[in-house]
T-cell receptor, first 110, second 113 residues
């Protein structure tokens, strides 16, 4: 079964502290993996894709195929990082649907 | 470019009624996907339209149907509304001809009473 699991509904982190949002997935094969973010009163938007290996807004995510994980990390949290974060996966065909996790609310404490 | 636009933004319907939600994709995009996001949940895939045909469908009953028009805009129809259909409905557009990129609309908040 194709599934994305985000074990934490809420994560509170002090400003300047490291952030790690956990994501585990289940998929037969090698999926394409993403992190989406939704800031307050804004629409859902793509944060990063695992194949691009980019660092966006200081966030990185490493794919661990052995542990089927794709955790999102940032070394120093900023207040503007407070948002809902969704881990998601898809197949590699253009018509493959994106499957989302339930999301983790990241709250940066001052 | 206005990106993906959805209408209406909010809607209140009575149980048993029917509803139509609308989506205009981002300029240059030809594929539209619909998602349902219940409170506290991640978006759940409903279906995807390309070339005016439904080509992928999630685990939703036949009460959920859709349509795509020649200008790539799309409608989501829900018949015989249930209280459990209350959710945020998101539309996402993408392009077959470009590298990956889903652009989401702001959604339509449907409340069934």
């Amino acid at each position: 079964a194709q599934r994305v699991t985000q074990p934490e509904k809420l994560l509170s982190v002090f400003k300047g502290a490291p952030v790690e949002l956990k994501c585990n997935y289940s998929y037969s094969g090698s999926p394409e993996l993403f992190w989406y973010v939704q800031y307050s009163r804004q629409r859902l938007q793509l944060l990063l894709r695992h194949i691009s290996r980019e660092s966006i807004k200081g966030f990185t995510a490493d794919l661990n195929k052995g542990e089927t994980s794709f955790h999102l990390k940032k070394p120093f949290a900023q207040e503007e990082d407070s948002a809902m974060y969704y881990c998601a996966l898809s197949g590699w065909n253009r018509d493959d649907k994106i499957i989302f996790g339930k999301g983790t609310r990241l709250h940066i404490l001052p | 470019d206005a990106g993906v636009t959805q209408s209406p933004t909010h809607l209140i319907k009575t149980r048993g009624q029917q509803v139509t939600l609308r989506c205009s994709p981002k300029s240059g995009h030809d594929t539209v996907s619909w998602y349902q996001q219940a409170l506290g949940q991640g978006p759940q895939f409903i279906f995807q339209y390309y070339e005016e045909e439904e080509r992928q469908r999630g685990n939703f009953p036949d009460r959920f149907s859709g349509h795509q028009f020649p200008n790539y805009s799309s409608e989501l129809n829900v018949n015989a509304l249930l209280l459990g259909d209350s959710a945020l409905y998101l539309c996402a557009s993408s392009s077959e001809r470009q590298s990956y990129g889903y652009t989401f609309g702001s959604g339509t908040r449907l409340t069934v009473v």
